[in-house]
């Protein structure tokens, strides 16, 4: 239908979401579950976005963390 990347990003909060919008667009956007993720950290709000991100990539890659 079109040649351009497509990109999808509402309401993509947990790693399933991310595997179930990878299947079907060329990019997963994550917004406000990145940005909770560090609102809602007590001390280390760097580290709690850090792994939020970590969790969300894990659908769609096995690199090492």
Same mark, same amino acid.
């Given at each position: !239908?079109?040649? =351009?990347?497509? +990109? *999808?990003?509402?309401? &993509?909060? #947990?790693?399933? $979401?991310?595997?179930? &919008?990878? #299947? &079907? *667009? $060329?990019?997963? !956007? !994550?917004? #406000? *579950?990145?940005? +909770?993720?560090?609102?809602?950290? $007590? *001390?280390?709000? !760097? $580290?709690?976005?850090?792994?939020?991100?970590?969790? =969300?990539? #894990?659908?769609?890659?096995?690199?090492?963390?």
């Amino acid at each position: !239908v079109c040649d =351009l990347p497509i +990109a *999808a990003g509402f309401g &993509i909060k #947990s790693a399933q $979401d991310v595997a179930h &919008i990878a #299947s &079907i *667009a $060329d990019l997963v !956007v !994550v917004g #406000s *579950a990145i940005v +909770a993720a560090g609102a809602q950290a $007590d *001390a280390h709000p !760097v $580290d709690a976005v850090v792994a939020k991100t970590r969790e =969300l990539a #894990s659908a769609i890659t096995q690199r090492p963390q």
